[in-house]
């Protein structure tokens, strides 16, 4: 933790006293991070004297910004018109029922975000759904439970 | 003026209102939801859409400024159907929940929904009819309740918090559907900047947001209202207070008045709630086998006022000892100084002003000719730099901490000289973190290099001025090199802020006790006079020198004469001509002898010199400096009567206690900090067995064969202002609505907004006067035992000894024991963890108090506020006084720090 404060402080030295570089600051805060924490933020607004509640509406503003630490993996599941007319909202909806999550949340115990798309390029494929980039084509819902299985595999490795 | 027709008819109206303003001056309504005047801007709402000739949309009249030539409808269908659409959206997740809502009655949506007929909203569904019990960042604290089903996003809160609290704790989260008012990370709204000034509150048009002291308590159509003045602090905010059907009062509104523009804090929102505790006395008490026992009103005075005698006549006049009380009215005070001189015949009179700002009184008189401050609360959004020292002012004078802020926004600048790191040093453009005690030596240093870069003005030092040599003699030992050295602030601080304030057009000082509670104390004031002075900031606007006055009626108390050099006015005892003036108004001969200070009541009490005292609401074995000695004293005394609302400290070892009014429930005047003089009204009846405070003066008067005959505070007043030429155009009947600032000589006077107009100052030459004041160390400094600084304060939530704060539910529920703030280096090096115990002792005894470690607190100092008899940091504190203004030395004391267990 001690090291990540030094970062943060990285960042506020780097953007401290430029004119509308609360944003920048916040983004690189998230790069760090992989979302925006309290502390962080906090810290910045003591920096920047900008109040903490201005950072956290610029924060919910803009979809871009993470409240929350991210999952281990990253589901994205296409909803473009070529997927959804191929039953994309079934496997949505399947893997919000195995894992017990919105989408745009993170599983309770921390392994998987699962986040919604447009269009990925490849309706060839519809249904698709990538996991940390990896696409899976033509997905059927009895087979959701087996493709989780093997990232929750890997972890137990 | 401009030309514009609405609904056909022809007005002329002034430029630069809005449609909505214009409208309203004529008459013509036009319902507003969204829109709060010097609040909110955000023309949300839609409710208030007019129509125009030759534009394509219908613009909203709240924020469309008129033009001429404009044609507006604002009755038509369109226009009617319009607002019914955009009222029915507002509605469409509002549950139909009135007829257990707290807002029943003063909510604005259900107004507009009332006037536009809309039962329930075609968009509403019927799971959202009922509102369900939702989790917030709310539920937590004692202040504040938020029902997200009733909120209809109107930003109102978000833009009281910004733009009034000037906190902006609270903010609007996320996008479309999903908006909500929220806290930072959703924490709980105590762990925010919150205050709970509950300005929020005030704002909201609906039942959002509501005090969460007021749930239960009756519909608003059952609560009478009734305008008075804050009894806490004394910005003197103007409050409306409603009280139910059972004479309990259970909820504040802030006025929009001169003074405090809507704006109130935490104890005039909250703090009233005192006056309905089951504590309250409300029967004589005297104390028979050694206990306070019941007795009737005639017993109770007829055995004060023949012990009074009998003490007089045994041992002459000034062996009494007289308090009045900067918590009770001009009139209070007024009666019970005469009281004091005539039916007993003693100057002793004094007030617990003493104790916070009687160097003010003094300094400012030698330095001025006149002790109060100079200017206006208005004035201050006309100040380019505002230089604060010795003032923790967003917590102290809440309200002034506000409007400090809120002129930074429109670009002043903030100078904060304080020992601790306190909110408004946070907000600071400059901050100077002196050490405890070193304020002349810090305030010459300043003054020297505004010399050496000649800022100094030269014009009106010549001009209106005396004594500039001798302090520019003195100022050539003060460089900048030793000023650091003494004060432990950087030279480029002391530099810059000499600058800063220098350089202003105009500059206003703000100090409270960290200037005066020192035993150099007056010299502290003689220092700020001098800074004022050398730069002409004195005598104009946006200038000047604000001594922020402590309690609500500290300025009154002294106003009034009780003060044992004075008679109302400062009109001096010693002086023959003053004496024989008042022997004539009041038909008595008068002692030409200046009497004891407070201060010295419990010293002489224990030399056997002094034998009784009478005291009206004064809580001395609380708030007095090294109290056990106090305490030893006024236990020596052969008679102690005191008049109060509660058993006090002090009341518990009265041998006769007067059950009393409290402000709340009186009639009368406060004089806030600007000299205005205002009205109080009773907000609720008093408790049956009470009597108002200058009602008991009267009657012991008249027992004790002096008698006193008024029929009530408005004939008090006219006495007053008979015998006090700076009030004597002041009565009842003139200060309804804004009151009236002394000086008010006339009944045709209308009162003084900035004293020493255009440098014409109050001394007897006319002239303002330097002083040579030399930089004298604190009374008691650190050594290896007492390694630390001790200072003692306040903190915004509790009030003085506590005796009105520690019964207020809520507030008490959020602070409810004394903490001792230390440093983190200090807190590491001795292994202290924050809410771990420990004892802090000095020189005179110790008190066992939890740690909260703070970045407030520079190196090597600790603070502890005296609201707390469990821990009472007045065992600690230092007695010794100025030799002036016989004021303790509060602020600097040296302590040791122990812990005793996590
Ligand atoms: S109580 Fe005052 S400080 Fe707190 S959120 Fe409301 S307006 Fe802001
Ligand atoms: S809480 Fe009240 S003031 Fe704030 S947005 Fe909702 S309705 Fe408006
Ligand atoms: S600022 Fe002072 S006068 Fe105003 S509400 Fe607070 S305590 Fe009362
Ligand atoms: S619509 Fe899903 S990949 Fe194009
Ligand atoms: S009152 Fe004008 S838009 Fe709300």
């Given amino acids: 933790m001690k090291k990540e404060i030094g970062n943060v402080e990285i960042i506020i030295e780097k953007w401290k006293g430029i004119k509308g570089s609360l944003i920048m600051a916040l983004h690189e805060l998230q790069h760090l991070y992989g979302y925006v924490p309290q502390k962080g933020a906090q810290q910045i607004s003591t920096a920047f004297k900008i109040p903490l509640s201005q950072i956290f509406e610029v924060i919910t503003f803009y979809n871009l910004f993470k409240l929350k630490e991210p999952g281990k993996h990253t589901i994205a599941v296409c909803l473009g018109t070529a997927c959804y007319l191929k039953g994309a909202p079934d496997i949505l909806n399947e893997l919000k029922v195995l894992l017990k999550v919105e989408e745009g949340g993170t599983t309770k115990d921390g392994q998987f975000n699962l986040d919604v798309v447009r269009c990925l390029g490849c309706c060839g494929l519809a249904p698709v759904m990538t996991i940390d980039g990896e696409i899976y084509g033509k997905v059927k819902k009895n087979e959701i439970k087996d493709i989780l299985a093997k990232y929750k595999k890997k972890e137990q490795k | ?902």
């Fill in chain 2, 1 to 902: 003026m401009i030309n514009i027709k609405i609904d056909g008819t022809d007005y002329q109206v002034e430029e630069g209102l809005t449609i909505a303003e214009a409208c309203a001056g004529l008459g013509i309504n036009i319902p507003t939801l969204c829109h709060l005047k010097d609040v909110s801007q955000d023309a949300y709402c839609g409710i208030c859409v007019v129509e125009m000739k030759n534009a394509r949309i219908l613009p909203r009249a709240c924020i469309t400024k008129v033009a001429p030539g404009m044609e507006i409808q604002t009755k038509t269908q369109l226009v009617q159907e319009t607002r019914r659409m955009n009222l029915e959206l507002i509605l469409a997740n509002h549950p139909l929940d009135c007829m257990t809502c707290d807002k029943d009655g003063e909510c604005a949506l259900q107004d507009l929904a009332y006037q536009f007929g809309i039962k329930r909203s075609i968009f509403l569904n019927d799971e959202n009819v009922f509102a369900k019990e939702v989790k917030t960042p709310w539920d937590t604290n004692p202040f504040i309740k938020k029902e997200p089903a009733k909120c209809i996003m109107c930003k109102r809160c978000v833009d009281a918090c910004a733009n009034q609290a000037r906190v902006e704790a609270i903010c609007v989260a996320n996008r479309g559907v999903k908006t909500e008012i929220a806290t930072p990370f959703g924490q709980p709204l105590e762990e925010t900047t919150c205050l709970f000034c509950a300005e929020c509150v005030q704002a909201c048009p609906t039942g959002a947001l509501i005090e969460r002291t007021r749930i239960g308590k009756g519909k608003f159509k059952d609560l009478t209202p009734t305008d008075t003045i804050c009894a806490y602090c004394g910005v003197g905010c103007n409050l409306k207070l409603f009280k139910d059907k059972n004479n309990q009062l259970v909820m504040a509104r802030a006025i929009n008045s001169k003074v405090n523009r809507g704006r109130a804090c935490v104890k005039g929102r909250y703090g009233y709630e005192y006056v309905n505790s089951p504590d309250r006395l409300t029967t004589p008490l005297i104390r028979r086998e050694g206990k306070l026992r019941k007795a009737t009103w005639a017993e109770a005075l007829a055995y004060t006022a023949e012990r009074l005698k009998e003490i007089k006549d045994k041992y002459g006049p000034d062996s009494i000892g007289v308090l009045g009380s900067s918590r009770c009215t001009n009139e209070d005070n007024y009666v019970i100084q005469k009281f004091a001189r005539v039916g007993i015949g003693t100057n002793n009179i004094d007030n617990c002003a003493r104790l916070c700002h009687s160097s003010t009184v003094a300094g400012l008189n030698l330095a001025l000719g006149a002790g109060a401050a100079t200017n206006s609360l208005e004035d201050i959004f006309d100040s380019d730099v505002m230089f604060i020292i010795g003032s923790n002012t967003t917590e102290t004078h809440p309200v002034i901490g506000k409007f400090i802020k809120e002129n930074q926004k429109n670009g002043a600048k903030i100078i904060v000289c304080d020992p601790r790191y306190v909110d408004i040093a946070k907000a600071a453009d400059l901050y100077l973190p002196h050490t405890p005690g070193t304020d002349v030596a810090l305030l010459n240093g300043i003054m020297r290099q505004i010399l050496e870069h000649k800022l100094e003005q030269g014009d009106f030092i010549a001009a209106h001025t005396e004594g500039f040599e001798e302090l520019k003699k003195l100022l050539a030992d003060y460089d900048l090199e030793k000023v650091s050295q003494i004060t432990g602030v950087e030279p480029e601080l002391i530099k810059r802020a000499a600058l800063l304030y220098g350089g202003a057009k105009s500059a206003m000082i703000f100090y409270t006790m960290g200037i005066t509670q020192h035993t150099t104390g007056v010299d502290n004031v003689l220092s700020i006079a001098n800074l004022a002075l050398i730069t002409g900031n004195l005598g104009k606007r946006g200038a000047g020198i604000m001594a922020l006055r402590g309690q609500a009626n500290v300025q009154g108390s002294c106003d009034m004469g009780a003060l044992p050099n004075v008679y109302p006015g400062y009109q001096k005892v010693d002086d023959p001509a003053v004496k024989e003036k008042f022997e004539k108004a009041w038909g008595a001969r008068l002692s030409a002898k200046a009497g004891l200070t407070v201060t010295e009541f419990s010293t002489q009490a224990k030399e056997g010199k002094l034998k009784a005292v009478y005291s009206m609401g004064e809580n001395p074995l609380m708030t007095e400096a090294d109290v056990k000695h106090v305490r030893e004293g006024f236990e020596k005394l052969e008679f102690f009567a005191t008049q109060d609302i509660f058993l006090s400290e002090t009341a518990e070892i009265a041998d006769v206690v007067f059950p009393a009014a409290a402000a709340y429930e009186k009639d009368g005047t406060f004089t806030n900090t600007e000299r205005r003089v205002q009205l109080l009204r009773p907000a609720k009846d008093k408790p049956q067995g009470t009597k108002y405070d200058w009602e008991i003066v009267c009657e012991l008067a008249k027992v004790f064969g002096y008698s006193m005959n008024y029929s009530g505070p408005a004939e008090i007043m006219d006495e007053i202002a008979k015998v006090t030429p700076s009030m004597g155009g002041i009565s009842f009947k003139r200060l309804a609505g804004d009151g009236l600032q002394w000086p008010c000589p006339t009944t045709d006077h209308p009162g003084t907004v900035i004293l020493h107009e255009g440098g014409s100052f109050k001394r007897p030459n006319g002239k303002g006067k330097f002083h040579a004041v030399v930089y004298k160390p604190a009374n008691e400094l650190t050594d290896k035992e007492y390694p630390f600084i001790l200072t003692s304060g306040r903190i915004l939530f509790h009030y003085h000894s506590g005796n009105e704060t520690r019964r207020v539910k809520a507030i008490d529920k959020f602070v409810p024991r004394n903490y001792v703030e230390i440093n983190p280096e200090d807190a590491t090096r001795l292994g202290i963890g924050d809410k771990d115990m420990v004892k802090v002792s000095t020189r005179r005894g110790s008190i066992e108090v939890e740690a909260r470690i703070s970045d407030r607190p520079k190196r090597g100092l600790v603070f502890i506020s005296f609201h707390f008899r469990e821990a009472n940091v007045n065992l600690l504190t230092n007695p010794a006084l100025d030799p002036i203004s016989k004021i303790p030395e509060y602020k600097v004391a040296a302590c040791g720090l122990e812990k005793i267990w996590n």
